[in-house]
């Protein structure tokens, strides 16, 4: 016996010598290279110049639009493949063109936001990022076209809303009142996808659904396959029971500011009046920064006047 556990421990000096040097040899594959992050950067700002050469000069408010930033979303949306972002970016420029999205004022979509079925929240997340609320058992219209359109306006608001320092934005989804018959058709579901993945790309962070019910798997197993694996990849399913799955929401959310529908310590209060004022703000941003102020001179759109700027109204209380 002694004989056996000898014979199946003892490794020749050779043997130990040829361990020792793949111990080595994979300590240093694994060890980033001093200048690996550098090298990085040099690849991608080449990257960045190859697209922005590829489009050749943008014009209007592409000129706003097509920002090193921007470029780079688009590169790593189709990883870094030149040729399959430029054909990318070029879809969103004529979408842009046609849909005129930076030019949505609030009053043509507020109807859309009555119940508060989606809306900015008034805090981050813990990464600094801007938060929406989703709460889909809030629908309250059936035309697909204006829902989109509200889709849109909350996604460039969010964007306006950006910290300096970050390029994208958190989703919470509360399903609270959710069915399949208040449910958005698939048809909608499908054009929020593409929206989000073929416009926005690599704007979204994280998107939490909060304890859906049972019902909602049937409805997401159609649902999922209109998102590219990027997205689907963030979309993360949170149950109260679940303490894994809170954990996670927890890494991305002090429950301190978190509404008490997220299992959080915050009452989550909605008022239309005090949003639409605080998107009539938000517009006259959104005009300057497009360049669009001219939009601004007269009330007759229904969008406000740029030299009428109400003080800002939070939406919901403070944590204490």
Known sequence: MVKMIYSENWESP???ATLQ??????????????????NDSVQQGVKINELRTA???????????????CLRRYLEA????????????EETLKWRSSYKPEEICWHEVAIEGETGKAYRANFHDRFGRTVLILRPGMQNTKSHDNQIRHLVYLLENAILNLPDDQEQMSWLIDFS????????????????????????????????????PRIFEAFWKVVKYFLDPKTFQKVKFVYPKNKESVEVMKSYFDEDNLP????GKVKLQYNHEEFSRLMAEDDVKTAAFWGLDNKLDHNKNGCLEAGLTPEPVPLAPSAS
């Open 55 to 69: 489009i050749g000069p943008p014009s209007g408010c592409s000129l706003q639009f097509c920002t090193d930033a």
């Open 14 to 16: 050779k043997r130990q």
């Open 260 to 263: 008490a529908e997220f299992g």
């Open 177 to 212: 009142g959710w069915s399949l018959t208040n449910s958005v058709p698939i048809k909608t579901a499908r054009e929020t996808a593409n929206v989000l993945q073929n416009h926005y790309p690599e704007r979204l962070a994280i998107a939490f659904l909060y304890n859906p």
């Open 21 to 38: 040097i793949e111990k080595v040899v994979t300590m240093f594959r694994r060890r980033p290279s001093p200048n690996s992050e550098e």
């Open 78 to 89: 189709r990883n870094w493949n030149t040729d399959k972002s430029k054909k990318m970016l």
